[in-house]
């Protein structure tokens, strides 16, 4: 996973700023990253503008893992959440430097939602989240960053907002027409099928994959939907692989 994952947080935020038109540097973001073990903690400002950055980031982050065979999940809250760095101690003028650290109400409630209603890799929203975003973009309808949040985030049969890892394919509402991801395509077609024949004797794992896979194969129909797309068809997961329940 270590090797999978390179994270260059002001090359996502300068990103994020050049997507949306925002004329944002990386400095004017409040944007924090902390990562141990197989978990990665991310945190902003509680306003709706960074709220666009850490989807974004969530996106951008899972996509990379998912291209490379890592599927993930995890939730986002809203509430306070302290990062330390030991850096922010040198600069008080303490002697020496604690170990790094991360902890508040926000953290443990993110966590609380990963573990006990993500079921699958995904990245769900806790709904006062959601109705933060989902307010924006009723009371901003037709600017970027509502176009962004709109295609970036979905709900899900089962409740929870969820952020979409296939929201760039062609037939979306954000991305210009000729924006290229068919090398992404082909990359996690083939991590999703792998994934889903290396858990097919295991019905509960099996499961969550499925529910990616059904995902990646309703974005890969809307965007073969599209005439200047229609070969993309050739990357949908095919039956054999991904069963569905016979009528």
């Known amino acids: 996973m270590y090797g999978a994952l390179d994270i260059r947080n002001n090359d996502l ?3 994020f700023s050049l997507e949306l038109e925002l004329g ?35 996106f951008k982050i899972c996509r990379q893992l998912l291209r490379a065979g890592f599927l993930s999940r995890g939730g986002i809250a809203l509430g306070p959440l302290l990062h330390q760095f030991p850096d922010d101690e040198k600069r008080k003028g ?18 609380n939602l990963e573990a006990n209603h993500a079921d699958g890799a995904r990245v769900i929203m806790h709904t006062k989240v959601w109705k933060m975003l989902d307010g924006h973009c009723n009371d901003h309808a037709g600017t970027r960053l509502a176009q962004f949040f709109r295609t970036h985030v979905e709900r899900a049969e089962d409740g929870p907002a969820f952020v979409n890892l296939f929201a760039d394919f062609p037939g979306n509402a954000f991305y210009p027409a000729d924006y290229d991801v068919r090398a992404d395509i082909q990359a996690i077609q083939h991590q999703l099928c792998k994934a889903l024949d290396d858990t097919a004797d295991k019905p509960h794992q099996f499961r969550k994959n499925a529910m990616l896979a059904n995902e990646f194969n309703l974005a ?25 329940r016979r009528s």
Request: hydrophobic share 45%; with cysteine; proline share 7%.
């Open 13 to 15: 935020a300068e990103l």
């Open 24 to 58: 944002l540097a990386a400095d004017d973001f409040d944007d924090r990253f902390h990562s141990f073990s197989d978990c990665i903690v991310m945190s902003v400002k509680d306003d709706v503008t960074e709220l666009g950055l850490l989807v974004f980031m969530v």
């Open 94 to 111: 303490a002697s020496g430097a604690p170990s790094p650290m991360v902890f508040g109400p926000a953290f443990i409630d993110a966590y």
């Open 220 to 244: 890969v129909s809307m965007a073969a939907s599209v005439p200047r797309y229609s070969h993309l068809e050739q990357y949908l997961i095919p039956r054999c692989t991904l069963p569905k």
